[in-house]
């Protein structure tokens, strides 16, 4: 496939610009111009505290403070919520990688520990503090805690060591993946996007248990002590808290009820990366509300397509699961062109995990059997023109598969 690549003359930025060669779909060319940018860092962002003695660039709220050279998020008391953060926030969006160990110690002899930690990701700020239970220091509150704020533009790995039976826990010890949206939005519980329903790690058996958390755009992982195979994996879409940099505050927070626990973090790290990959990113200036995001989809996917019209132009978004799902009038057969496409979809994500998430230019080859286009990539944006219209899709596989696809690309047409 030919392509042209522009050499930027600042060292560790590079972009490229691929076009894609004109094809035909029935008698009609269809001309797709896709054009991604990689941004490249010099070095990736790197945090490391071997322990906490010396807390240089750390903000520390509520109940949080250093004992022994051990974070400690909230004392073993009713009622307490605690929060650290990174002072400066750093590289999320693209791929990062996280590691921490952790020490839940003295519970409740009376109801036993709770209500659990989380590692945040957040675009509200350093001074960002959530409500007590439940809530586990980034969510709001349940009515029992008098509706306690939580933290807009978040997304929360709760570990989580009480089972709320009114939220729906399926245990005491699991690790759930958490988000709070627009301030007018939040609501108790927050939304759970995945969840492992029981580990068989005991979080809370007041030994060392280290955590390690991989993020490639965009698909997450959560590993436990030495296991080689994911306590949990899901696709995740953090362009709800990072800026137009990819960036956001990171940190712990944690919280207590009227079960409770020391919430002790001992080291951590955190390496993130100044990129994106090859697949196009949508940052947090996506032109339409998060809340058209259909509920309970881990990636933003719009709950239906939207375009907008200027003479033969149009600005389009595609939702993922919606099967040649949107339109323009092309009467005369026109050529169209699309520019300016980025965006994620998974299509596939359990069978195939991260190759089965794409962005518009589709996966490498060729889809094959039992796809909208066998011979086009997997998961790209395909077009064909029929009955004066020219018609968008994301190349799916047919029938009912298709409506679990994820996320959404948004790019240019025009109709020459």
């Keep these: 496939m030919p392509g042209v690549r522009l050499q930027d003359n600042k060292p560790g930025l590079r972009k490229a610009i691929s076009m894609f060669h004109c094809r035909k779909i029935g008698a009609v060319p269809i001309t797709l111009l896709l054009i991604a940018t990689i941004m490249l860092a010099a070095a990736p962002a790197r945090i490391r505290f071997e322990d906490f003695a010396h807390t240089p660039g750390l903000e520390l709220l509520g109940a949080a403070a250093v004992t022994n050279n051990t974070l400690r998020l909230t004392p073993a008391q009713r009622n307490k919520t605690g929060a650290i953060w990174l002072r400066e926030k750093q590289p999320v969006l693209a791929k990062f990688e996280t590691t921490f160990q952790f020490q839940l110690t003295h519970q409740s002899r009376i109801l036993g520990g709770g209500d659990g930690f989380a590692f945040v990701m957040q675009n509200s700020g350093p001074g960002a503090l959530g409500g007590l239970g439940s809530a586990g220091g980034f969510a ?218 794409t962005g518009p230019s589709g996966a490498e080859g060729h889809a094959g059997v039992g796809f909208l286009e066998e011979q086009a990539p997997a998961g790209g944006l395909i077009s064909r023109t029929a009955d004066g219209a020219t018609w968008f899709s994301v190349n799916g596989r047919t029938g009912a598969a298709f409506k679990s696809n994820e996320g959404f690309y948004e790019f240019d047409i025009e109709v020459k």
Aim: net charge negative.
């Design 140 to 357: 709001v509150a349940d009515s029992n805690y008098h509706h306690h704020p939580g933290i807009p533009w978040s997304v929360a790995v709760f570990f989580d060591t009480w089972q709320n039976k009114n939220e729906g826990d399926p245990s005491d010890n699991f690790i759930a993946v958490r988000t709070n949206g627009r301030p007018a939005q939040m609501h108790w519980p927050a939304q759970r996007l995945a969840f492992t329903p029981e580990l068989s790690v005991q979080l809370k058996d007041r030994r060392v248990h280290t955590a390690r958390l991989l993020f490639d755009r965009p698909v997450l992982k959560v590993f436990l002590d030495d296991s080689t195979r994911p306590a949990l994996q899901t696709a995740l879409d953090l362009s709800l808290v990072a800026d137009s940099e990819g960036k956001a505050w990171i940190g712990f927070t944690a919280a207590t009820g009227w079960a409770f626990e020391n919430h002790d973090i001992l080291n951590w790290s955190f390496r993130g990366e100044e990129v994106s990959s090859d697949i196009s990113l949508v940052s947090s200036d996506i032109s339409f509300p998060m809340s058209a995001c259909l509920p309970n989809y881990n990636l933003c996917t719009p709950e239906r397509t939207f375009i907008s019209r200027d003479g033969n132009k149009f600005h389009a978004i595609l939702p993922g699961n919606a099967e040649w799902g949107l339109r323009v009038p092309n009467v005369t057969n026109a050529r169209v062109m699309v520019t300016n496409a980025h965006g994620i979809v998974c299509w596939d994500l359990k069978e195939r995990g991260s190759s089965g998430c």
